[in-house]
């Protein structure tokens, strides 16, 4: 399995609503990525997993939770989210933290109402 | 902290037609360099990537890039370019020593026309 699989595809949201986005890969990489990507801009970091640890946040606001359960998963829990997150959120995973060698998800497209 | 420019925001070039797209990239020491492949509400794709050795590095899809250390530049070049190709295309640099994070330039959209 060389795929990193994120879920749903789309999403709908209210400003009011708790929401999760789940990405997945079994390719046994230690390091995962949040990225943040606006229509017509490149994407953004978020946050930085290393070996199930949260090791960079991008000063991203707390509307925004990551979370990492096991070496294969991780969650980005939303709730109150404004119109301007709308976005393609992507998650991305590497063999090892600094290693660079990504692969990224096709990404999960959200729409706040 | 390291940065990209991609200078030109769109291309358009001809099928059959070869093509270069430009980066150039700022960081104090020789960084990890890439370029990925974005179509249109899709994830990104690694083409290729340069990260010590020979700096002419070659890609899928027949891509290839090749690194100017003197002119601090990582363009992405392709012989003959095919419908497909027409996608957004963006350079991305990482630190080489302690970073953990991938930046990326801006993005050049490549138009092809028939």
Known sequence: ?113 | AQSVTQPDIHITVSEGASLELRCNYSYGATPYLFWYVQSPGQGLQLLLKYFSGDTLVQGIKGFEAEFKRSQSSFNLRKPSVHWSDAAEYFCAVGARLGGNKLVFGAGTILRVKS
């Open chain 1, 1 to 113: 399995d060389t795929e990193v699989t994120q879920t749903p595809k789309h999403l709908v949201m209210g400003m009011t609503n708790k929401k999760s986005l789940k990405c997945e890969q079994h390719m046994g990489h230690r390091a995962m990525y949040w990225y943040k990507q606006k229509a017509k801009k490149p994407p953004e970091l978020m946050f930085v997993y290393s070996y199930e640890k949260l090791s960079i946040n991008e000063s991203v606001p707390s509307r925004f939770s990551p979370e990492c359960p096991n070496s294969s998963l991780l969650n980005l829990h939303l709730h109150a989210l404004q119109p301007e997150d709308s976005a393609l959120y992507l998650c991305a995973s590497s063999p090892l933290p600094g290693a660079y060698g990504y692969t990224f998800g096709s990404g999960t497209r959200l729409t706040v109402v």
